[in-house]
């Protein structure tokens, strides 16, 4: 370097001013790049109306709304249906659901077919705001646009109800737009249902059903930190904010049906039981409000798409085979004959049509504890449908046993009868009893 170059007082600002408006650049052009993903979208939501909905489009939009279960979050504990103001609790704060009555002011009566359309395509507002993925529109974009019509017209046919929703409370910067739109521009895309010329029309139908309509990848995939996931993924995880697990669907050791008879696939959709299990937790919730209404043909659609899933092979027991009970598991056995065997039997075997087995039941030896735990804490119970309309109940063990009680059953029944899973700590029992005391409301 020559020497007039080193002494020129001028340099470091010059490499200054590159630097800065190199990153000037690169921040225009993220900018550029998250108002591409999130905001060009290209729907006119001021578009002419269809025509009425005639009486055939309404009623798809009621059962679609139905098998979508979109009451059961749209709906307060005690309030009117559809008008929204449901917490949801998540990692990142508390959401509350959105009134979908035709009120004009707190609902979408002046929302448009094409408004609607882009909330559930797009995740956009009416009034051009992102969305939160508390609403499924990473699911629900894959819904056909008839569909949405037809959803809409099923709100828009409800009664009214001028009902104001709580603001979010969202922690930052969780809830800024500049944070969801990073979060948008990483796990999600629009995009429509595509079948799969391999697999018959039936199966095809069930995809749609499971990835679009129902959207069980929003509570069965794995999520990371960000509460992303990738949205084709069944393969099971920690529902948000709830502190249950939803167990894999591609793994026969989890809730994989593949080894099941498909009519018993149905039979669990339609009724919440079949001879291999039962539905409780927020899966009780789901077949009570949503899948109890599947038309037969759609309910053995989805139930031929599950079944085809590819499986995991099982993974080993995470106990050793034959190991003496320890004296936790000891003290387990006789609590356990004292509140269990009544019901579930002397040797976990359970009762054809109202209790179920413990003996090799997969929801006892999964390596997630947490269903136990809950179901132990706070009863168990599967939904009424009309397939089974008076389900037989667990009660609550949160004030008859202690943490360390509770700990002896598990890790009893955990072990005996050929089952072979690790105990449970009464750690594990009381953070569980703590974490879940806030998701009671």
Known sequence: MAASERSDPTRPRRWLWRWGVGLAALTLLAIGLLWHLNYNDGVDITAAEPAPADAATLARGTYLARVGNCLACHTARGGVPAAGGRPLATPFGTVYTSNLTPDADTGIGRWSAGAFWRALHHGRSVDGRLLYPVFPYTHTTLLTRADSDALFAYFRGLPATRAQVLPHELRWPYSTQ???????????????????????????????????????????????????????????????????????????????????????????????????????????????????YLTEADAAAMAAYLKGLPQQPAARPDAPPNAAPSRLATAGAKLYEQHCAACHGAQGEGVPGAYPP????????????????????????????????????????????????????????????????????????????????GNLR
């Open 178 to 292: 500049a944070a969801l739109a990073v979060w948008r521009a990483l796990y999600f895309r629009p995009g429509g249902f595509q079948a799969d010329p391999a697999h018959s029309e039936a199966v095809n139908r069930g995809a749609y059903l499971v990835q679009a309509v129902a959207h069980c990848s929003a509570c069965h995939a794995p999520r990371d930190r960000l509460g992303g996931a990738d949205w084709r993924d069944l393969s099971g995880g920690m529902v948000p904010g709830l502190g249950w697990y939803a167990p894999s669907l591609t793994n026969a050791a989890e809730a994989g049906v593949g080894p099941w008879p498909e009519a018993q696939i149905v039979r669990l959709l339609r009724t919440g039981a079949a001879q291999q299990g039962v539905a409780s937790g927020p899966m009780a919730e789901v077949v009570f409000h949503g899948t109890q």
């Open 358 to 437: 413990l003996a090799g039941n997969r929801a006892v030896t999964l390596a997630q504890t947490e269903n136990l735990l809950q179901t132990v804490l706070h009863g168990g119970f599967g939904p009424a449908t009309a397939g089974r309309p008076q389900p037989y109940g667990m009660p609550p063990f949160t004030l008859t046993l202690s943490d360390t009680e509770i700990a002896a059953v598990l890790s009893h029944i955990r072990g005996a009868w050929g089952n072979r899973a690790s105990e449970v700590s009464p750690l594990q029992v009381l953070q569980m009893r703590q974490a879940s005391s």
